[in-house]
């Protein structure tokens, strides 16, 4: 049967109609599609071009934080400046007429408001003492004048009042606040800690159709974290190693001897040279330092007096400073800071490649060491210890009386012993037939049985000489607390004008670190609560490490120190070298563990090696003592001329230090979004 002609056009015009439908309905779906995908992505843009603009928000106010840090690392009051006019600026800052005494303990000054220090100019007048317009300009700012550096300090202090910061890129804007908050200032013996806390923030990206918030946190749980500005005369207990001339001897820097950094060097706390570092290297292994690192660049030969602004003249250095690095044990290639690469603060050179956990500065301030123990001497005649001439033996240690930890301290002098002790008050006794008596002190520092009970600062002078035996008593190589040599209690310096020979293990009841440095962690510091600590400084000797070959006859046939020694104490020779006697002679004797630091005019030896390890006398195992970073120093221990403001982080007693210590204030944990929208 066939279909009409007429039906058969019909149906083919209902086909193509159906059909047409059909494409105008896929084309519409592909077209919606096509539009939601565009403005999704539209979207999707615009969120993360708020996101970036957020993140330059955070950016902007890491990047003022690293500018302050590099602005206090350069800071420096000259010595110049008396403490009157640094304690009136102390006053301002806190807005009191009149300063409380100092005490170990730190004296609080003032506390402050929750808004910083965004009241009045004079408050940041001490900031201006240290840190000047050239100052400002090395860090690129544009407006160095005195009132953009106040401006520039209170909104860094600006606590609850917080600094605006706000920017434009591509269409994008961000806004943030932010202010540290300062919290309290105390005084000290040598110094005034102001502390604050660093907040979070919240920075705001937008575009015009999203916006984004992103929060950054100076801890990775959110949690307050306090840093301090040490405000002083820095304490020279604060180096791992601080060398006045990097040599050996005048001799070995008449010949260009330098001292090596091998890939055994590993210091975990600052290290500072007024002349120049030498760095020898091998592919992966390299020398590590996990503390800032500073040098003032001096040439060899050239440290000597220098005129002073005020007119006096003073230890410096007498040629043009040459900031930069020696590489390479073999060729020791002079390189310039500027013309490092990678970068100053990674250089690598030929193989060496010195491994900086920290900070470096190769154009650091000279230093000059101190040339006396004046301080020391006024400090044991007014409530220490003072002598004159040569003391044959010293004997420190612990030792429990009646069930009290006391410290001993023994001494012979022209053939008379006297036995003195004192406990955690203080409190000074003196053995006398037998039976511990009260002790006094008359107006030369002298101590009688007679008069009112002294007590005792901690400090021990020798004045016109020095001391032939210092050594940790004679328990001193057993176990601590038995071995002991500082009671737990106890802060005690150990000064001369002469030699000081130390002849046993000095040993902490509590030390404050453990462990040793390995390349991938400093030891660990876990207990910085620890209040015993010791100084050892010669004016103008050495402290000389005894080994049993350095004695005069044969090996061990005097006071000498044992295989493996360990020396909790900051050692300090500013016009010799803290060194081993003996250094060159016999088979190795293990190596000298040493927790604190060491700082001398010349870098002295411990022991001679090759390819194959030690030859003679100790290698080292120097643990920096981290309390020190943090203002501790033994009592009267000599402290530096010039004025600084030194930023450190805070550590709570008994925790351990963070090992970014010294990078400087950093916005870090996770940078988590807190809230988007569009609209």
Not at 166 to 178: N, Q
Not at 217 to 226: K, L
Not at 333 to 359: C, E, H, I, K, Y
Request: proline fraction near 7%; glycine fraction near 12%.
């Amino acid at each position: 049967m066939e279909f009409p002609r007429r039906t058969q056009g019909a149906t083919l015009i209902v086909s193509l109609l159906f059909v047409m439908l059909i494409l105008a309905v896929i084309m519409a779906v592909t077209a919606q599609v096509t539009l939601s995908t565009r403005r999704s992505s539209a979207d999707q843009q615009r969120i993360l071009a708020a996101r970036y603009a957020a993140e330059s928000g955070v950016a902007q106010v890491q990047a003022r934080l690293r500018s302050m840090k590099a602005l206090l690392d350069q800071s420096s009051i000259p010595a110049s400046v008396g403490n009157s006019v640094v304690d009136a600026r102390i006053r301002d800052l806190c807005g009191v007429p009149v300063l409380p005494p100092a005490t170990p303990a730190g004296t609080p000054v003032c506390t402050f408001p929750a808004t910083g220090l965004s009241g009045s100019a004079a408050q940041v007048g001490l900031f201006d003492l240290a840190v000047g317009s050239a100052d400002f300009a090395r860090q690129g700012f544009q407006n160095t004048s005195a009132a953009d550096r106040e401006r520039y300090w209170m909104s860094m202090f600006s606590g609850t009042a917080q600094q605006e910061y706000t920017g434009t890129d591509d269409g994008s804007t961000y806004r943030t606040a932010f202010g540290l908050v300062p919290t309290e200032l105390r005084r000290y013996p040598e110094a005034y800690r102001l502390t604050f806390t660093v907040p979070s923030l919240t920075a705001q990206g937008s575009t015009p159709l999203a916006v984004q918030r992103v929060r950054a946190r100076a801890t990775t749980d959110g949690s307050d974290v306090t840093w301090s500005l040490w405000i002083g005369r820095p304490s020279f207990a604060k180096y791992a190693l601080f060398t006045n001339h990097h040599f050996k001897s005048a001799d070995a820097e008449g010949n260009g001897e330098r001292i090596n950094f091998t890939p055994l060097t590993l210091f975990s706390g600052p290290v500072h040279t007024n002349q120049h570092f030498l760095f020898n290297g091998n592919g992966s292994s390299q020398p590590v330092f996990w503390g800032p690192v500073t040098s003032a660049g001096c040439p060899d030969r050239s440290i000597g007096q220098v005129a002073m602004p005020d007119g006096t003249a003073a230890e410096g250095c007498t040629a043009a400073a040459q900031p930069g690095a020696y590489f390479d044990s073999s060729a020791q290639l002079f390189v310039g800071s500027a013309t490092m690469t990678d970068s100053p603060d990674a250089p690598v050179s030929g193989t060496s490649a010195p491994q900086f956990r920290n900070t470096v500065r190769w154009d650091s301030d000279f230093v000059p060491l101190p040339s006396n123990n004046h301080n020391q001497n006024q400090a044991a005649r007014e409530g220490g210890l003072y002598l004159t001439g040569d003391v044959a033996e010293l004997r420190l240690y612990r030792e429990v009386q009646g069930g009290a930890e006391r410290q001993r301290i023994t001494y012979v002098q022209a053939g008379k012993t006297v036995d003195l002790s004192y406990g955690a008050d203080g409190q000074l006794w003196m053995l006398s037939g037998g039976t511990w008596v009260a002790a006094s002190r008359d107006a030369s520092g002298q101590f009688t049985t007679t008069g009112p009970q002294a007590s005792f600062n901690g400090v021990i002078s020798v004045e016109g000489g020095g001391i032939g035996n210092l050594n940790g008593g004679p328990d001193a190589e057993q176990p601590v607390p038995a071995g002991a040599s500082i009671a737990s209690f106890a802060g005690v310096t150990v000064a001369a004008s002469g030699d000081v020979n130390v002849t046993s293990s000095l040993k902490y009841t509590t030390p404050p670190c453990s462990g040793e440095n390995t390349a991938t962690a400093p030891a660990p510091c876990d207990n910085l609560g620890a209040k015993n600590i010791l100084g050892v400084y010669s004016s103008a000797g050495n402290v000389d490490l005894i080994s049993p070959h350095g004695c005069e006859g044969d090996p061990g046939s005097c006071p000498s120190l044992p295989d493996n020694p360990e020396i909790d104490a900051v050692l300090m020779a500013s016009q010799g070298a803290v060194q081993v006697r003996g250094y060159n002679q016999g088979p190795p004797l293990g190596r000298v563990k040493l927790l604190g630091g060491v700082i001398e005019n010349y870098y002295g030896a411990f022991g001679q090696f090759n390819n194959a390890g030690t030859t003679h006398g100790y290698s080292r195992n120097v643990v920096y003592d981290q309390r020190t970073a943090d203002g501790i120093a033994p009592p009267s221990f000599p402290t530096q001329q010039d004025w600084q403001i030194t930023l450190s982080r805070a550590q709570p007693a008994g925790t351990a230090p963070d090992p970014d210590d010294g990078r400087g204030i950093r916005l870090q944990g996770d940078t988590v979004a807190v809230g988007e929208g569009g609209s």
